[in-house]
């Protein structure tokens, strides 16, 4: 398998991705945000016999002697799946830069020839429809009677780009959730980061009951998927099943732009039942993870059928910019 690094320009690195890949850590956005934190981001092609099979953008450190690379939700295939395994190796082998390397990854399933360092996760996420009434027939049940409750509760919904203040006032909410129900996100920094960076402004939908904010939802839009980041529920909010209302606003907003799906985050029964489901209420799949896991250095890529495979089935394809 043969790696190219760095050769793609945003508009093309885009174009590749194939329609459900809508993991944020493989966004071009994603990258642009960690190198305006300061770390550095490499973004690689995957070919094999002259076929392209997909991207991986990968995080990269030093620590000592060692380049350390870190690869979150990828590789993204393009057309058929390839050999994670072998891709993951010669990601590792192939890390730009003298010195030792390692490679530790989440990737989309459990692959074979790595080494389990952290338990998988279950991550919950929303297919959408241009449609609002397909959506609609997915809810279950009783998410749907909640979310006609808050449509009859007389809530005031506005979806904005959210200012410098805006988002100060949710952070700060957040964070006095984060410290009461012990879950950790990304950092602020991040947040500041993303909005800084060009693309789409981040949306914020918020409700309104009576002139005074109840709950309030912030998303990641990144074609072709988005994300939610962030969100604040009052105790007038929950007694109208405000998120209710926010969420669904949100499905129909990022299906009207094109997106294909919406990341809810991991689901936790165990520390979380109500959260996750309140996740799987909107008709959500549930998308089990690899653990995060270490690529070995001494395991050796070899002849991979599935890789073999994928190049047969990939279609001729040529990435260029037309910008």
């Known amino acids: 398998m043969e790696i190219r690094w760095d050769s793609l320009t945003e508009r093309a690195w885009t174009a590749a991705l194939s329609p459900n890949a809508g993991a944020l850590q493989q966004s071009w956005r994603y990258g642009a945000a960690v190198q305006a934190m300061g770390g550095t981001v490499r973004r690689a092609e995957l070919w094999h016999g002259g076929c392209f099979l997909g991207l991986a953008q990968v995080v990269v450190r030093r620590v000592g002697p060692l380049r350390l690379g870190w690869l979150s939700r990828g590789p993204v295939w393009h057309v058929a799946q390839g050999d994670t395994c072998a891709a993951l190796h010669?990601?590792?082998?192939?890390?730009?830069?003298?010195?030792?390397?390692?490679?530790?990854?989440?990737?989309?399933?459990?692959?074979?020839?790595?080494?389990?360092?952290?338990?998988?996760?279950?991550?919950?996420?929303?297919?959408?429809?241009?449609?609002?009434?397909?959506?609609?027939?997915?809810?279950?049940?009783?998410?749907?009677?909640?979310?006609?409750?808050?449509?009859?509760?007389?809530?005031?919904?506005?979806?904005?780009?959210?200012?410098?203040?805006?988002?100060?006032?949710?952070?700060?909410?957040?964070?006095?959730?984060?410290?009461?129900?012990?879950?950790r996100g990304l950092p602020p920094a991040f947040l500041a980061a993303w909005t800084a960076c060009k693309g789409p402004p981040p949306r914020l939908f918020t409700a309104r009951l009576k002139g005074d904010t109840v709950a309030a939802m912030l998303f990641l839009d990144h074609a072709p998927g988005a994300t939610y980041h962030i969100g604040w529920n009052g105790p007038e909010g929950r007694a109208v099943s405000a998120h209710h209302l926010l969420l669904w606003q949100a499905m129909r907003h990022f299906a009207r732009h094109g997106r294909a799906r919406l990341d809810l985050g991991p689901l936790d029964t165990v520390n979380a039942p109500g959260l996750a489901r309140f996740k799987l209420g909107t008709g959500a799949t549930a998308r089990w993870l690899g653990p995060t896991a270490l690529v070995p250095p001494w395991r050796r890529e070899t002849s991979c059928k599935a890789a073999q495979t994928a190049a047969m089935l990939a279609e001729p394809y040529s990435i260029t910019d037309d910008s």
């Open 90 to 183: 010669a990601l590792r082998r192939a890390l730009p830069g003298g010195g030792p390397r390692l490679l530790l990854c989440v990737a989309e399933g459990r692959v074979p020839g790595t080494v389990p360092l952290v338990t998988p996760v279950c991550m919950a996420e929303v297919p959408l429809a241009p449609e609002p009434a397909i959506m609609r027939c997915r809810l279950h049940q009783k998410w749907r009677n909640r979310l006609v409750k808050a449509e009859a509760a007389g809530l005031k919904v506005s979806v904005t780009a959210p200012s410098a203040a805006d988002l100060d006032w949710l952070l700060s909410l957040d964070r006095a959730q984060a410290k009461t129900r012990g879950y």
